[in-house]
């Protein structure tokens, strides 16, 4: 048996990276998985990669987690296919470089809705399935950026620092309403995945770019996907019960600087 043996997961941004390193993780240690991306195609490829695995431990589903009614077919989808859902990822995210001068609103607006917006929605429309699942975990991907400030990541700073704290208040409610719903947040260092890019291109692409990019870590080298997938399993089990309103750093040491 698995440590989430039984487990029914719903997974936003699950095409690639974090996303996708979640669903696969979690499918191995005996939960279902449901993987919910814009870009279905890439979901359908990491569902069917679970699949040959594990038979019929992962469906992938088209979701736009900026509109309203895709959150609510997908969760009534995911529900349909895993019996119900007792663990929300909230995932999907973007981040854009610019300072409070440079950059846009249109960007800001985009970071936002994805970022934060999404998981407000989401959350809001997952509790009764959650609620019907108990014990439920609900596991919000924050970052070190909304921890630690940048003046180039104004937006992305301000999203998944709003992402903690709604984390925070949505352990508070749960807890204090006598639901059995924790909901942490889980706050990541620079991960070898394809939101990194740009990152790397910046400090002159490549092997000199990441290397550059580490220089901010303290261990100067990039966490990999599976070093976040590791608290995520164990958020997503039994063996968190007692713990909500939380924040995991993932970070190399950044935050201690």
């Not at 993987?35 to 589903?61: C, M, P, S």
């Not at 014990?135 to 992402?163: C, E, F, Q």
């Not at 807890?175 to 947040?185: E, K, L, Q, W």
């Amino acid at each position: 048996m698995g440590r989430v043996a039984g487990k029914k997961a719903f997974i936003t941004g699950g095409a690639q990276g974090l996303g996708a390193c979640f669903g696969k993780m979690l499918a191995d240690e005996g939960a279902r998985v449901v993987l919910t991306d814009i870009n279905v195609q890439g979901a359908q490829e990491t569902a069917a990669a679970i699949n040959k695995t594990h038979a019929n431990a992962a469906l992938a589903l088209s979701h736009d987690v900026t509109r309203k009614d895709d959150w609510e077919r997908a969760l009534a989808s995911a529900a349909e296919f895993l019996g119900g859902i007792d663990i929300l990822i909230n995932n999907a995210g973007i981040g854009t470089a610019g300072s409070i001068e440079t950059e846009t609103y249109e960007n800001w607006r985009r970071v936002q809705e994805i970022d934060v917006d999404s998981i407000f929605v989401g959350t809001q429309l997952a509790m009764p399935y959650l609620k019907d699942s108990q014990p439920a975990s609900i596991i919000n991907i924050s970052s070190v950026a909304g921890l630690v400030a940048d003046g180039m990541m104004l937006s992305y700073n301000a999203a998944k620092a709003a992402v903690w704290m709604m984390t925070k208040s949505i352990a508070l409610h749960c807890a204090r309403s006598g639901y059995d719903i924790r909901c942490n947040s889980v706050h990541p260092v620079f991960t070898r995945t394809p939101i990194i890019d740009p990152l790397v291109q910046m400090g002159g692409g490549g092997e000199e770019g990441e290397r550059r990019l580490v220089q901010q870590i303290p261990w100067k080298r990039l966490a990999e996907p599976e070093d976040v997938g590791y608290a995520i399993v164990y958020l997503a089990s039994d063996e968190s019960r007692y713990v909500t309103a939380s924040e995991f750093k993932i970070d190399g040491g950044i935050t201690a600087q």
